[in-house]
């Protein structure tokens, strides 16, 4: 279960108020005292509660001389930020999308999309500056001060309680912080503290503005699969590719006979052979069936749901936000004990619980119920869940429908009819599906990168992609030895 999902039903965050109280700090970077709702060390622990979370709910990627490189630099840089007796931790997430954000107390985050669209070192290293900035800024504790922490979830105008948390599990515990969007003030604080914190370790921070330039050109949408791309997170404040490349002229300035770093051949070969796209050996939709490559299973959710896929769970709802269904796992020793164990954590009175098989094997469908009283009106209100725990060869599958109790007869066959498909995947052509990779290869002889692609067989209509991806028009002369980016297989 794979990259990022969101859940796709009108879910309503709501919060409980984490009490702190109120002080005043001095801003690590201006010097001037502001008021703090967390103390640093209040500010290291959120960190660190947060960071297992969203390494689960996106998944680690696995790239061992990447991680070992980010977390170098980061240690280099930090020593020499506003803020060196933190400890930086850069981690590396296996989605596709293009961002890059940094939680509270320390934690950088980079995905592998924002990797496989970088060039060189000096983009990478301007990346982690800027995101180091909003740490030692404290930008990201400041909008958690204005945050209401700790949720509920609103299925259908129905409140469900704190406790249902694996249903929801990325609407909950503090994944709302990818979502936080800064403001142009903030990403003009980090731009400066980016293009200070490259150039003391050595990078060329006009390389930075090249990226941002990038990133404008793209025209990405504001999400992708329900998460948000680096400009929707991270607004240009103005005028960015002229304010980071005067930045950086000053810092030149400053540091003479510095031998700027770009090294753009050794990160190009440090990325060679990434994962690019989704990564279909996760999980993949065909129409209305999901298949799982590597676990070896396929289900069908409803015709018209949204759908989306996690490395934790996989979330289906319908478009009005009725009804939720969500698969996931289960870690028991039995099929009994996974489904006792699954329902007493979600606080649910269980009403009926009968043995069946699923396409030949052992489950147990439960019927349960869950009350809680509404905040603003005080009445009780009810969701109904009906759960399928399916034994396949000793790994427990569970999924469950939620709805409320004035809507759950509606959907009582839907949830029937779609839990009821889960299944062993046997068919050749799923199983052995390969995700695209990014390629770096040699430029053969001096051309233009039209013609340099054409010689690879890249195809027309990926023509333009691909020299994006490479920062550079397809017009563009490129010698021969030059290193480019392609993607296949």
């Known amino acids: 279960m794979n990259n990022l999902f969101r859940l796709g039903v009108k879910m309503i965050l709501l919060s409980a108020i984490i009490v702190m109280i109120p002080s005043c700090a001095v801003n690590p970077v201006t010097g001037k005292k502001q008021i703090m709702l967390m103390s640093e060390a209040q500010e290291v622990q959120m960190g660190a509660s947060y960071d297992p979370q969203v390494v ?8 061992d001389r990447m991680q ?20 930086y931790h850069v981690k590396l997430l296996d989605s596709p999308v293009v961002n890059a954000f940094a939680v509270p107390g320390g934690y950088i985050y980079l995905t592998r999309g924002i990797l ?25 504790v400041s909008q958690q001060s204005k945050q209401q922490l700790g949720q509920l979830i ?28 800064y403001s142009r003030d903030d ?16 990078y060329d921070a006009h390389k930075m503005a090249d990226f941002f330039q990038v990133l404008n050109k793209m025209n990405m949408d504001s999400e992708h699969g329900g998460v948000p791309t680096f400009l929707s997170t991270h607004p240009d404040p103005g005028d960015r590719y002229s304010a980071v ?42 129409g209305n069936t999901f298949y799982h490559p590597d676990m070896k299973f396929r289900f069908n959710f409803p015709a018209g749901w949204q759908f989306q896929n996690a490395p934790t769970q996989v979330t289906m709802a319908p478009s009005d936000g009725k009804a939720l269904m969500v698969f996931t796992m289960a870690a028991q020793k039995s099929l009994e004990e996974a489904a006792a164990a699954t329902l007493q954590q979600l606080e649910l009175n ?14 147990i469908v439960a019927m349960s119920t869950q009350s809680s009283q509404n905040q603003s009106t005080g009445q009780t209100q009810t969701i109904k869940v009906m759960s399928y725990f399916i034994d396949n060869n000793g790994s427990y599958f569970v999924f469950h429908g939620v709805s409320s109790d004035a809507d759950f007869n509606a959907y009582t066959n839907v949830f029937q009819a779609n839990m009821g498909t889960f299944s062993k995947l046997t068919d050749p052509s799923k199983l052995n599906v390969q995700p695209q990779k990014l390629l770096v290869k040699k430029v053969a002889r001096t051309s233009t990168l039209s013609e340099a692609f ?9 023509m333009e992609e691909f020299a994006l991806l490479n920062n550079l028009e397809l017009n563009s002369t490129v010698q021969a030895g030059k290193l480019i980016k392609i993607v296949g297989k």
Do not use: C
């Open 245 to 286: 490349l005067q930045m950086a002229g000053e810092w030149h300035a400053k540091m003479p006979g510095t031998n700027w770093k770009v090294n753009q051949d050794a990160y190009l070969q440090m990325i060679d052979g990434i994962v690019y796209g989704e990564d279909p050996r996760q999980g993949f939709v065909e």
């Open 187 to 202: 990403e003009r604080q980090a731009d400066r503290l980016g293009v200070e914190y490259m150039s003391k370790v050595g």
């Open 116 to 140: 496989a669209q970088l060039n060189n070192e000096a983009e990478l290293i301007g990346v982690i500056g800027h995101e180091m900035g909003h740490i030692t800024a404290r930008h990201s």
């Open 68 to 87: 070992s490189f980010v977390q170098s630099i980061a240690n280099d840089m930090g020593k020499l930020s506003h803020r060196p007796n933190l400890t």
């Open 154 to 181: 609103l299925i259908g105008g129905m409140i469900a309680s704190e406790k249902f948390r694996s249903v929801a599990e990325y609407a909950m515990q503090g994944m709302q912080l990818l979502f936080l969007k």
């Open 350 to 363: 269980v009403t009926d619980s009968r043995k069946t098989t699923v396409n030949g094997m052992p489950a």
């Open 454 to 462: 054409r010689s690879l067989g890249v195809p027309q209509n990926k």
């Open 56 to 63: 689960a709910t996106f998944g680690e990627y696995k790239h």
